[in-house]
């Protein structure tokens, strides 16, 4: 299995601020690493596909990065509908995983 | 427009069955790259990949899970069928299907989700 890993595992922070979350893989996954946003109690929204593409709709205030087993999820100034959890998820190996999530809140 | 739903029991109890269906629409499950998945989420809890079924019925599962799952897929009624065996209270979370239009292997529609408890 491809283990995924996240920092930091929560993060307080003010609007305006720029945010910066990192995801590992266990083993090498190229750029099949994507980003996920979730609110409570509503299902997840894809942010960034295969590492650094923004998927449609998304604000340009999101961006990501990384490859092989290092990632990033940049937020470049926090807006107040950003406050929520956010997954890295890999799809190179035959089994996708998660990671455990980074929970935005405010400071 | 594409649209996924849930829908199955919302209890069942310890060492039963859990079926769950995913109906798709605004998109067909014969075609090529797709994917649809379930993903699972205990109350308070991080998400869970469980299984994935392709277009070509390429099925993928969870090697944790593997011995429990099984996926299906009806392709005239645009369904995906979920099953896991031996449900135990650990099991109780939101579950969700989800559709990968892309070869790249992300989800990027999602049903709301179904929460199903376990307990007898």
């Known amino acids: 299995d491809i283990q995924m890993t996240q920092s930091p595992s929560s993060l307080s922070a003010s609007v305006g601020d720029r945010v910066t979350i990192t995801c590992w893989a266990s083993q090498p996954i190229r750029n099949y690493l994507h980003w996920y946003q979730q609110k409570p109690g509503i299902a997840p929204k894809l942010l960034i596909y295969?590492?650094?593409n923004l998927q449609s709709g998304v604000p340009s205030r999101f961006s990501g990065s990384g490859s092989g087993t290092e990632f990033a999820l940049t937020i470049s100034s926090l807006q107040p509908e950003d406050f929520a959890t956010y997954y890295c998820?890999?799809?190179?190996?035959?089994?996708?995983?998660f990671g455990p999530g980074t929970k935005v809140d405010i400071k | 427009q594409i649209t996924l739903r849930e829908s199955g029991p919302t209890l069942v109890k310890p060492t039963q069955t859990l079926t769950l269906t995913c109906t798709l629409s605004?998109?067909?499950?014969?075609?090529?790259?797709?994917?649809v998945g379930w993903i699972r989420q205990p109350p308070g809890k991080a998400l869970e990949w469980l299984t994935l079924?392709?277009?070509?019925?390429?099925?993928r599962y969870s090697p944790s899970l593997k011995t429990r799952l099984t996926i299906t897929k009806d392709t005239p009624k645009n369904q995906v069928v979920f099953t896991m065996s031996n449900m135990d209270p650990v099991d109780t979370g939101t579950y969700y299907c989800?559709?990968?239009?892309?070869?790249?292997?992300?989800?990027?529609?999602w049903g709301p989700g179904t929460l199903v408890t376990v307990s007898s």
């Open positions: 079924i392709y277009w070509d019925d390429d099925e």
């Open positions: 998820q890999q799809g190179y190996s035959a089994a996708f995983t």
């Open positions: 605004g998109f067909s499950l014969n075609t090529t790259e797709l994917g």
């Open positions: 295969a590492a650094s």
């Open positions: 989800a559709l990968s239009t892309d070869g790249r292997r992300f989800f990027d529609y």
